[in-house]
């Protein structure tokens, strides 16, 4: 059975006070959570060890939602995926759109990133996703296929393995407009398929979330697709309630 998860991108959001607080208040609501999910936060780099050590005893999984592209030295201002597993922390969020579109990451620069991740034991969470433009002319198949074949398919087959893949089209992050449970159905199964051209039946192994405006309203209709396995989620995460709603989207195992 393929692992069913749903993390929290916490983004540039709360204070290293408020990122503990936050972190309690999913913890209390845990016992409400199916088992079966795997409960993941990721707050920003000044509070990841305050929130990992707090995490600790707790079924809460610790995220960075980024890492440097080399091993260590000279570059000011950047964080090493070394440093950041040694918080103990288990996850990397890798190419998130605003990170592509902001801060320009590219393939190239992903690649590197994700040698990093795997060299020091992270589980990157790489993240695909079209923008409006191209969901409108139809070219969104096209996007996420090129965001797979440049990045996942430099992965041997063991750290294939370990990849989670979130799916967020970029129309849908922070807009409030979800992708339908049927888009994100189709464009997930999609992606699978891109995956299965390389990697073969591990594909069926691998999690991809959904991304972009899932809330407690929409969480469970999201999940019930076959190949919707979890989402990453924004908004949403930053109130304990909401996101240990959205979390019971996958109801009682
Ligand atoms: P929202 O849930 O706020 O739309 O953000 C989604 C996202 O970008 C998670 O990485």
Same mark, same amino acid.
């Given at each position: 059975?393929?692992? &069913?998860?749903?993390?929290? /991108?916490? @983004?540039? /959001?709360?204070?290293?006070?408020?990122?503990?607080? $936050?972190?309690?208040?999913?913890?209390?609501?845990?016992?409400?959570?199916?088992?079966?999910?795997?409960?993941?936060?990721?707050?920003? +780099?000044?509070? $990841? =060890?305050?929130?990992?050590?707090?995490?600790?005893?707790? /079924?809460?999984?610790? =995220?960075?939602? /980024? %890492?440097?592209? !080399?091993?260590?030295?000279?570059?000011?201002? *950047?964080?090493?995926?070394?440093?950041?597993?040694?918080?103990?922390? *288990?996850?990397?969020?890798?190419?998130?759109?605003?990170?592509?579109?902001?801060?320009?990451?590219?393939?190239?620069?992903?690649?590197? @990133?994700?040698?990093?991740?795997?060299?020091?034991?992270?589980?990157?969470?790489? %993240?695909?996703?079209?923008?409006?433009?191209?969901?409108? =002319?139809?070219?969104? #198949?096209?996007?996420?296929?090129?965001?797979?074949?440049?990045?996942?398919?430099?992965? =041997?087959?063991?750290? +294939?393995?370990?990849?989670?893949?979130?799916?967020?089209?970029?129309?849908?992050?922070?807009?409030?407009?979800?992708?339908?449970?049927?888009?994100?159905?189709?464009?997930?199964?999609?992606?699978?398929?891109? $995956?299965? !051209?390389? +990697?073969?039946?591990?594909?069926?192994?691998?999690?991809?979330?959904?991304?972009?405006?899932?809330?407690?309203?929409?969480?469970? !209709?999201?999940?019930? &697709?076959?190949?919707?396995?979890?989402? $990453?989620?924004?908004?949403?995460?930053?109130?304990?309630?909401? #996101?240990?709603?959205?979390?019971?989207? #996958?109801?009682?195992?």
């Amino acid at each position: 059975m393929r692992e &069913k998860i749903v993390a929290g /991108n916490w @983004k540039m /959001n709360t204070t290293p006070a408020q990122g503990v607080e $936050l972190l309690k208040g999913v913890a209390a609501g845990m016992n409400e959570v199916c088992d079966c999910v795997t409960m993941v936060v990721a707050p920003p +780099f000044t509070h $990841l =060890s305050m929130v990992a050590e707090a995490a600790k005893g707790t /079924n809460i999984h610790v =995220s960075a939602q /980024n %890492c440097a592209a !080399e091993a260590k030295g000279a570059y000011t201002g *950047e964080v090493s995926a070394h440093m950041i597993a040694s918080l103990g922390v *288990e996850y990397v969020i890798l190419g998130h759109s605003e990170r592509r579109e902001y801060y320009g990451e590219t393939s190239e620069t992903l690649n590197k @990133k994700m040698v990093q991740a795997y060299e020091n034991n992270l589980i990157p969470i790489y %993240c695909i996703g079209e923008k409006l433009e191209e969901r409108k =002319s139809g070219t969104h #198949f096209d996007v996420v296929r090129q965001q797979v074949e440049e990045v996942v398919f430099n992965l =041997s087959a063991d750290q +294939f393995a370990k990849l989670v893949i979130a799916y967020e089209p970029v129309w849908a992050i922070g807009t409030g407009k979800t992708a339908t449970a049927d888009q994100a159905q189709e464009i997930h199964a999609y992606i699978r398929g891109v $995956l299965a !051209e390389k +990697f073969g039946e591990a594909a069926n192994d691998i999690a991809i979330l959904y991304g972009g405006s899932a809330n407690p309203g929409n969480a469970a !209709e999201l999940f019930s &697709k076959p190949d919707v396995d979890g989402g $990453l989620i924004g908004d949403a995460s930053l109130k304990p309630d909401d #996101f240990i709603a959205v979390a019971q989207g #996958f109801g009682k195992c």
